[in-house]
Structure formats: structure tokens, C-alpha cells
């Protein structure tokens, strides 16, 4: 099937308004922060907001965790079924593959652009499930709002084909500069802070966005 636009993945949920205004977009997956951060949310609260506004069936849901343990995945996966898991942290290869292991779904590792990221990727091959492209800063692993050099974003995209595998393009991305994303093709595309107003998700900057990938 040839996809008519990128695949959407809007992060950072972190109330049931946002679940509920993201579950009424377009987005294919829906993502919510285990890691601390600002967004973070608890399982308990998640398993609540899911009773409320269950995910359409052509939705997964993406848990986003950075450097976990075992035991604290485990407390997630006891209260919310998880469709992904998302690693955004200095997670190892063999780290990887106990987790893919030990809960059957599908791993998706976060890369961020640095001038190693593409061995680093490499690295990765065969065990990966999926890989989303961000930037950091000293302070922050992602949900940061800035972007990177999109230049780069082709060769991504090539790499992530020769392992079959699907890659998502985060960082800065908003309603206002996806023309200038576009051009690059991106197969899918990561959004948090760029659909968000006074740090909620707004459903008129979604609808927006949505509009210019038609």
C-alpha cells in the first residue's frame, strides 16, 4: 500500500484531554513519557484515561521510556498493554533484546543526530523494530522543539529501509515549518511540543498540520 502522507506520531500526552484529542486526529500512534520529565505520566493514571477514550483500532499505543530498568517496565506493563516501546536513552543492544524478549512487542530506538548517529543506527540492525530520529540538549533527551539539519533525513530514511524497518522524524516540528520537512519525504513524523498550546495539545494546531500533508 503507498502511504499519501507521512505516518503521525504525536507524543507527550500526558492528560485525558490530550488522549481525547489525539485520539480524534489523524495520528497513527500515540505516545505518552514514562521518563521523567514534564509530560510524564504515571500507569495508573493511563490505564484511568484509556477506560475513558479507548484507542481506535487502527491506533498503537508508544510507551517512551529513557535508560529503564526491567523492573520498572514491568510496573508499566502491569496496568497499560503497551503496542511499542520507545528507548530514548543510552539503551544497549543486548538491553534491547531482553526487552523484546520479554514482552513480545516491537522496540523502537531513539537516535539522536549527532555526527556517530549513523554507525550508531547501524549498530542496531536486526534488532531494532524501528528507529525515531530527534535531537537532545544537555538537559533533555527529547521534547526539546528543536530541530535538526533535515538535510540529513534521506539518508535515514535509506538506512532504515535496508533494515525494513519504520523511522519516525522528531525535533521542532510544527505546523508552520512541515512544508520545509516535507521535500525529504519523511515516512513518518514525531510531534510533541509542536501541536501543543500553554503545554497542552491543541486540536486547531493538529488540524492544521494535518491539512498540509493533504
Not at 488522549?19 to 505520566?41: C, E, L, M, P
Request: net charge neutral; glycine share 8%; aromatic share 8%.
Amino acid at each position: 500500500m503507498l502511504l499519501t502522507r507521512p505516518l503521525l506520531k504525536y507524543c507527550g500526552n500526558h492528560s485525558l484531554e490530550d488522549i481525547q484529542v489525539t485520539v480524534d486526529s489523524g495520528a497513527d500512534y500515540i505516545g505518552v513519557v514514562f521518563a521523567k520529565s514534564k509530560r510524564q505520566v504515571e500507569a495508573k493514571q493511563l490505564q484511568e484515561w484509556l477506560k475513558a477514550t479507548a484507542l481506535r483500532e487502527n491506533q498503537k499505543l508508544v510507551g517512551v521510556f529513557v535508560n529503564p530498568t526491567l523492573k520498572e517496565l514491568d510496573k508499566v506493563f502491569a496496568s497499560v498493554s503497551l503496542d511499542i516501546l520507545q528507548l530514548h536513552g543510552h539503551e544497549s543492544i543486548q538491553f534491547l533484546k531482553s526487552v523484546k524478549e520479554r514482552y513480545s512487542c516491537p522496540v523502537w530506538k531513539v537516535i539522536h543526530h549527532t555526527e556517530e548517529s549513523f554507525e550508531l543506527m547501524r549498530s542496531f540492525a536486526g534488532v531494532a523494530d524501528g528507529y525515531v530520529i530527534d535531537k537532545k540538549t544537555s538537559s533533555q533527551w527529547g521534547g526539546t522543539g528543536i530541530r535538526f539539519d533535515w538535510s540529513y533525513v534521506p539518508a535515514y530514511i535509506e538506512e532504515a529501509q535496508k533494515q525494513s524497518v519504520p523511522i519516525m522524524i522528531a525535533g521542532g516540528i510544527n505546523p508552520e515549518n512541515i512544508g520545509d520537512l516535507l521535500p525529504y519525504k519523511p515516512i513518518g513524523i514525531d510531534l510533541s511540543s509542536g501541536i501543543e498550546q500553554d503545554g497542552r495539545k491543541n486540536r486547531q494546531k493538529i488540524e492544521q498540520l494535518e491539512k498540509r500533508l493533504t
